[in-house]
T-cell receptor, first 113, second 111 residues
């Protein structure tokens, strides 16, 4: 069965500090991995994806994520957090050649000034 | 601009009524999806469609129905059989390979 786990419901970080939002996955075969961000009462916005190639993926707004196959993880990172990064973050996975996506339960990121 | 349009943004329904949520895309994507979002539960897949005139049930299809008569449109009907329909509904589309593109969502409240 395919699944995604985001072990932290909430992450608190001070502005200017690095942030990490964790994601682990379980999927048969090669995974396609994604990160999305959601602001209140809005749709999800795409941040970045891993399909193949370099394990370090760079995305929008200074975010990056590292694919670790042995640990089945895809953690989202940013070197210096902004207050405006405060939002709900979702990790998602789908199997190669399949159209069904599986989402984690989301992690609320709070960046304090 | 290309994108996904969901309407209405907010909808109120009395118990026992069916309601239809609209989703239109001009991205020329083949695949379209409906998700339900509840607090603390992430996104759950209701239905998805990979081509016109074809769709598949997701994980929580009971009490919902869809149609895909045109490539651009994928409306979702929340029927009176759905026991707890109050939620935020998100429509998305996807090109042949790649990520999901989401609309702005529709919030349904049952009075």
């Amino acid at each position: 069965a395919q699944s995604v786990a985001q072990p932290e419901d909430q992450v608190n970080v001070a502005e200017g500090n690095p942030l990490t939002v964790k994601c682990t996955y379980s999927v048969s075969g090669n995974p396609y991995l994604f990160w999305y961000v959601q602001y209140p009462n809005r749709g999800l916005q795409f941040l970045l994806k891993y399909i193949t190639g370099d394990n370090l993926v760079k995305g929008s707004y200074g975010f990056e994520a590292e694919f670790n196959k042995s640990q089945t993880s895809f953690h989202l990172k940013k070197p210096s957090a902004l207050v405006s990064d405060s939002a709900l973050y979702f990790c998602a996975v789908r199997r190669y050649n399949f159209n069904k996506f599986y989402f984690g339960s989301g992690t609320k990121l709070n960046v304090k000034p | 601009d290309g994108g996904i349009t969901q309407s209405p943004k907010y909808l109120f329904r009395k118990e026992g009524q069916n309601v239809t949520l609209s989703c239109e895309q001009n991205l020329n994507h083949d695949a379209m999806y409906w998700y339900r979002q509840d607090p603390g539960q992430g996104l759950r897949l209701i239905y998805y469609s990979q081509i016109v005139n074809d769709f598949q049930k997701g994980d929580i299809a009971e009490g919902y129905s869809v149609s895909r008569e045109k490539k651009e449109s994928f409306p979702l009907t929340v029927t009176s059989a759905q026991k707890n329909p109050t939620a935020f509904y998100l429509c998305a589309s996807k090109p042949v390979s790649g990520e999901l593109f989401f609309g702005e969502g529709s919030r349904l409240t049952v009075l």
